[in-house]
């Protein structure tokens, strides 16, 4: 059996992490398949990232594939696609080309189902797909409302770096009261809701900032207010000791398909903050290992937070470990057990 997943997410030095879990994924699995079994990744990285430059990206990215293929001298019996379109037109070139009767599986990740499906061009290449995938239970709902075959879902995979300490980490132990860790982005990561959101809580908090973003102009608007410590993009294994290190996972986002963030720091044993999307839905059990709060009510979200912070060390410890337990079936080598399953009876 080969297989060859393709994506149109690829870590870059523009962009660490787009689509660093597809690698993740790829490298998980080549490590599991039996020695009649193989896995090639064939992807575009996350480079210029403007208009223009997506158009040639996109252009070179297709243009190159048949020549990736012949190079590889292999017939692949299975295509699994990570982000449905257009990169979809990949893997029909090559069942149009090369092999006919290889079987398409897609994984959606979110945007991929809002913002196109309504097109001519979005909905052609729908009745080639043999298996589609959902990284959440509400987003796959979303792809069953225009795809009529079955749906699956499984979650992208956290690394098996993140596990829990021997020893709980008490509230006193832990430096930073929140951690935010993603991209300092207005539209769908909501860093501009979290921003108003410190301006008015009125305790003074120590908050740990990862990542970077166009809005990271707005930290400085809370100086004054807060200690702010502000790091560039981490690679994962040095975020381990942030999430070990805080009170709070907080994530504001008003569109996330999963958010492998929340899962990670879960695992990490930290309770996690977070607005109602698809992600934290799939994973946050209010009170249970972490909590909600609204999107756009400032002084509900500033009340909630300012009393999780003042909450005692025997429900935290029990928020803690229940964390650390629901995050356990997100793990990378988890998830690729059940990829290389469906792969063995797609092809069978």
Do not use: W
């Given at each position: 059996m080969n297989i060859l997943i393709v994506s149109n997410m690829y870590p870059s030095v523009e962009k660490k992490y787009s689509g660093l879990f597809v690698l993740n994924q790829?490298?998980?699995?080549?490590?599991?398949?039996?020695s009649n079994e193989d896995i090639d990744f064939f992807y575009m990285k996350r480079t210029m990232t403007n208009f223009l430059g997506s158009v040639i990206k996109y252009m070179l990215f297709f243009v190159k594939f048949p020549f990736f293929v012949l190079d590889k001298r292999k017939k692949y019996d299975i295509v699994h696609v990570h982000y449905y379109y257009p990169t979809i037109y990949i893997a029909l070139l090559y069942k149009f080309i090369f092999n006919s009767e290889v079987k398409i599986i897609v994984t959606f990740h979110g945007a991929d189902v809002d913002f196109t499906k309504k097109t001519i061009f979005y909905k052609l290449p729908l009745k080639y797909i043999d298996l589609a995938i959902g990284v959440s239970d509400n987003l796959s709902k979303k792809i069953s409302s225009f795809y009529k075959g079955e749906v699956l879902t499984i979650s992208a995979g956290i690394m098996n770096d993140f596990k829990p300490e021997k020893r709980f980490k008490s509230l006193a132990n832990r430096e930073y009261d929140l951690l935010y860790v993603g991209s300092f982005y207005k539209a769908d990561k909501g860093f501009d809701i979290l921003i108003k959101i410190l301006k008015n809580i009125e305790l003074q908090l120590n908050i740990c900032f990862i990542g970077s973003g166009d809005q990271e102009y707005l930290i400085n608007q809370i100086k004054s207010f807060h200690k702010i410590t502000k790091i560039n993009d981490l690679c994962q294994s040095e975020i381990i000791k942030y999430y070990y290190n805080s009170r709070y996972l907080i994530n504001t986002s008003r569109m996330e398909s999963f958010g492998l963030v929340i899962a990670e720091s879960m695992s990490c044993g930290t309770?996690?903050?977070?607005?109602?999307?698809?992600?934290?839905?799939?994973?946050?059990?209010?009170?249970?290992?972490?909590?909600?709060?609204?999107?756009?009510n400032t002084l509900e979200q500033t009340k909630i937070i300012q009393e999780k912070l003042k909450i005692s060390e025997v429900n935290y410890k029990e928020m803690s470990l229940?964390?650390?337990?629901?995050?356990?079936?997100?793990?990378?080598?988890?998830?690729?057990?059940?990829?290389?399953?469906?792969?063995?009876?797609?092809?069978?």
């Amino acid at each position: 059996m080969n297989i060859l997943i393709v994506s149109n997410m690829y870590p870059s030095v523009e962009k660490k992490y787009s689509g660093l879990f597809v690698l993740n994924q790829f490298n998980e699995l080549k490590s599991q398949l039996n020695s009649n079994e193989d896995i090639d990744f064939f992807y575009m990285k996350r480079t210029m990232t403007n208009f223009l430059g997506s158009v040639i990206k996109y252009m070179l990215f297709f243009v190159k594939f048949p020549f990736f293929v012949l190079d590889k001298r292999k017939k692949y019996d299975i295509v699994h696609v990570h982000y449905y379109y257009p990169t979809i037109y990949i893997a029909l070139l090559y069942k149009f080309i090369f092999n006919s009767e290889v079987k398409i599986i897609v994984t959606f990740h979110g945007a991929d189902v809002d913002f196109t499906k309504k097109t001519i061009f979005y909905k052609l290449p729908l009745k080639y797909i043999d298996l589609a995938i959902g990284v959440s239970d509400n987003l796959s709902k979303k792809i069953s409302s225009f795809y009529k075959g079955e749906v699956l879902t499984i979650s992208a995979g956290i690394m098996n770096d993140f596990k829990p300490e021997k020893r709980f980490k008490s509230l006193a132990n832990r430096e930073y009261d929140l951690l935010y860790v993603g991209s300092f982005y207005k539209a769908d990561k909501g860093f501009d809701i979290l921003i108003k959101i410190l301006k008015n809580i009125e305790l003074q908090l120590n908050i740990c900032f990862i990542g970077s973003g166009d809005q990271e102009y707005l930290i400085n608007q809370i100086k004054s207010f807060h200690k702010i410590t502000k790091i560039n993009d981490l690679c994962q294994s040095e975020i381990i000791k942030y999430y070990y290190n805080s009170r709070y996972l907080i994530n504001t986002s008003r569109m996330e398909s999963f958010g492998l963030v929340i899962a990670e720091s879960m695992s990490c044993g930290t309770p996690v903050i977070a607005t109602k999307t698809d992600g934290s839905l799939q994973q946050i059990k209010n009170r249970g290992n972490g909590f909600f709060i609204p999107t756009e009510n400032t002084l509900e979200q500033t009340k909630i937070i300012q009393e999780k912070l003042k909450i005692s060390e025997v429900n935290y410890k029990e928020m803690s470990l229940n964390g650390i337990k629901d995050a356990a079936k997100y793990k990378l080598s988890n998830i690729t057990n059940q990829l290389v399953s469906i792969y063995k009876t797609i092809n069978s």
